[in-house]
């Protein structure tokens, strides 16, 4: 099901009015299945995400913001069971979504339960801006008529990639 409504579109999207609901449904969804392939897909605060990480070295990025962290479990071998932390052995970092070891380093593995941070509003606005980049882009890069009016399109992919970062803060590309 999608995040973004038809309608939420329509409101903020005057280009969107010229499409039939079906098709801008269609980009709607396509648009939101991009984003879910590049960053996972939008998160509520009461949702348990567990991630398998590599450890290594002192700070743990996760792919989103932390409401809070469930637990921590570390891995110094691949046969070992794993060893519960416990708060005192890391810090968290929620805006920027880091934990950091306390004390050196991670172990080669790690699993983390953590809730990220309803962020369902900034991905609906994301999508929105998105579809709005994908219905207005045009195919030429620049045109000029008579001196009295003269366009040049946006580099629309640079324009794509800041929207997605706005979402995605760890390995924004």
């Keep these: 099901m999608s ?3 038809v309608n939420e579109v329509r409101l903020l999207v005057p280009a969107a009015k010229v499409l039939s609901d079906t098709d801008l449904q269609a980009v ?5 299945a991009e984003i879910a392939a590049i960053i996972g897909g939008p ?31 570390v891995y110094a071998t691949p046969a070992d069971d794993g060893r519960a932390l416990d708060d005192a052995e890391y810090m968290v970092w929620p805006q920027e979504g880091l934990l950091e070891r306390a004390g050196g380093r991670w172990e080669p593995r790690v699993v983390v339960v953590f ?3 309803d962020d369902r ?6 999508v929105i801006d998105l579809v709005r980049l994908d219905i207005e882009r045009t195919a030429q890069k620049q045109e000029s008529v008579g001196g009295e009016y003269s366009y040049s399109a946006p580099d629309w992919e640079r324009e794509r990639r800041k929207i997605l970062r ?3 803060f760890v390995a924004a590309g």
């Design 121 to 126: 509003e900034q991905w609906k606005q994301a």
């Design 28 to 32: 709607i969804n396509r648009v939101e």
């Design 43 to 73: 998160y509520a605060e009461d949702e348990d995400i567990t991630l398998t990480l590599p450890g290594g070295g002192k700070y743990l990025p996760l792919p989103r913001r932390i409401n809070q962290v469930v637990s921590v479990t």
């Design 3 to 5: 995040v973004t409504s």
């Design 115 to 117: 809730q990220p941070v």
């Design 166 to 168: 706005r979402l995605r």
